[in-house]
């Protein structure tokens, strides 16, 4: 079993930043994905950014140049560096990941990010 606990999300003024972070704990022998989602109310949850066990990374367009995922892999810890914050990213934002080459793909709780114009 893996936890995926999530923190930092929180009320930022537009043009503002926040940095969220991911810590995950369990058997974990390898990781092959972990990323970020967002669902905004009355929305689907969409990709915000992922990255790969290889380090490399990929980006929802919304939020290329603003926002930028990276890893601790002594912690399994992701985190997600998010710049020029708008309205339209206030989400409740959740991680995701995929480890030791299994199928299940894992899920945190989710943290609220409030973007106030």
């Known amino acids: 079993q893996v936890q995926l606990v999530e923190s930092g999300g929180g009320l930022v003024q537009a043009g503002g930043s926040l940095r969220l972070s991911c810590a995950a704990s369990?058997?974990?022998?390898?990781?092959?994905?972990m990323g970020w989602y967002r669902q905004a109310p009355g929305k689907q949850r969409d990709l915000v950014a992922v990255?790969?066990?290889?380090?490399?990374?990929r980006y929802a367009d919304s939020v290329k140049g603003r926002f930028t995922i990276s890893r601790d892999n002594t912690e399994n810890t992701v985190y997600l560096q998010m710049n020029s914050l708008k309205p339209e990213d206030t989400a409740v934002y959740y991680c995701?990941?995929?480890?030791?080459?299994?199928?299940?793909?894992?899920w945190g709780w989710g943290t609220p990010v409030t973007v106030s114009s």
């Open positions: 990255i790969m066990g290889d380090g490399s990374t």
């Open positions: 995701n990941g995929l480890f030791n080459g299994g199928t299940r793909y894992y």
């Open positions: 369990g058997s974990i022998f390898s990781v092959n994905v």
